[in-house]
């Protein structure tokens, strides 16, 4: 799925342009942690490359970044690759040694498309109307709703309704975090999700495991 030469340029005479993922599965992403910020993502980009030898992206983690640094996500194509940087456990950068760790995915929530409320889906929704998720008026009034002022439906400020920056949004991922914290015997054995650090109990909790893994 990831190179474009495994699809074909063509089928019944139709030219297909293959749109590739923008990122690997968890389990070939790692990350850089607390880059400084002085250095720049084309500098690390440059230096990345010259060491991993299948790179399909770099990219800096919005929610990571403060004043002074943030984490870069890798995804490597190899396998092989990403188990020996998760072994070295260290990748130097001007002169500088930074941690890396394993990429784990934050629990997913379900929003739903027509009311853009959290823990639903479209089909189970009681909204009468689709609320525009910018400006939470009905989706199918004559407005341009791609071009409409930005206030969310649920607090009144100012992002999507279905932003994380949502304090609605927030609660309800907080809520589901702690709901899995207290059945961590439901999870599937072996699965790991990422604790954002506004959800913490304590510093080193970083990861939600399964009771039944090991």
């Given at each position: 799925?990831?190179?474009?030469?495994?699809?074909?340029t063509?089928?019944n005479?139709?030219?297909?342009t293959?749109?590739?993922?923008?990122?690997?599965?968890?389990?070939?992403?790692?990350?850089?942690?607390?880059?400084?910020n002085?250095?720049?993502?084309?500098?690390?980009?440059?230096?990345?490359?010259?060491?991993?030898?299948?790179?399909?992206?770099?990219?800096?983690?919005?929610?990571?970044?403060?004043?002074?640094?943030?984490?870069?996500?890798?995804d490597?194509?190899?396998?092989?690759?990403?188990?020996s940087?998760?072994?070295?456990?260290?990748?130097?950068?001007?002169?500088?040694?930074?941690?890396?760790?394993?990429?784990?995915?934050?629990?997913?929530?379900?929003?739903?498309?027509?009311?853009?409320?959290?823990?639903?889906?479209?089909?189970?929704c009681?909204?009468?109307?689709?609320?525009?998720?910018?400006?939470?008026?009905?989706?199918?009034?004559?407005?341009?709703?791609?071009?409409?002022?930005?206030?969310?439906?649920?607090?009144?400020?100012?992002?999507?309704?279905?932003?994380?920056k949502?304090?609605?949004?927030?609660?309800?991922?907080?809520?589901l975090?702690?709901?899995?914290?207290?059945?961590?015997?439901?999870l599937?054995?072996?699965?790991?999700?990422?604790?954002?650090?506004?959800?913490?109990?304590?510093?080193?909790?970083?990861?939600?495991?399964?009771?039944?893994?090991?």
């Open positions: 799925m990831c190179n474009i030469n495994n699809y074909p063509e089928i005479n139709i030219k297909l293959p749109v590739l993922p923008t990122k690997l599965p968890p389990r070939n992403a790692i990350i850089l942690k607390f880059i400084d002085t250095i720049k993502l084309e500098d690390i980009q440059l230096q990345v490359k010259e060491k991993l030898k299948s790179v399909y992206a770099i990219e800096e983690m919005m929610g990571t970044m403060t004043y002074r640094s943030r984490h870069i996500r890798i490597l194509l190899s396998q092989d690759e990403c188990t940087a998760l072994n070295s456990g260290k990748f130097a950068l001007r002169g500088h040694l930074y941690d890396v760790d394993e990429y784990l995915p934050s629990p997913r929530i379900l929003i739903c498309n027509k009311c853009n409320s959290p823990g639903h889906v479209e089909k189970n009681k909204s009468t109307i689709e609320i525009c998720k910018r400006c939470g008026n009905d989706r199918h009034e004559d407005a341009d709703h791609k071009n409409c002022i930005i206030k969310c439906h649920h607090c009144g400020e100012n992002h999507e309704a279905i932003s994380f949502c304090n609605t949004i927030s609660k309800f991922r907080q809520n975090l702690n709901k899995l914290k207290e059945n961590k015997h439901l599937p054995a072996h699965i790991q999700f990422y604790i954002p650090q506004q959800y913490r109990e304590y510093k080193g909790e970083k990861a939600l495991t399964s009771s039944k893994a090991g």
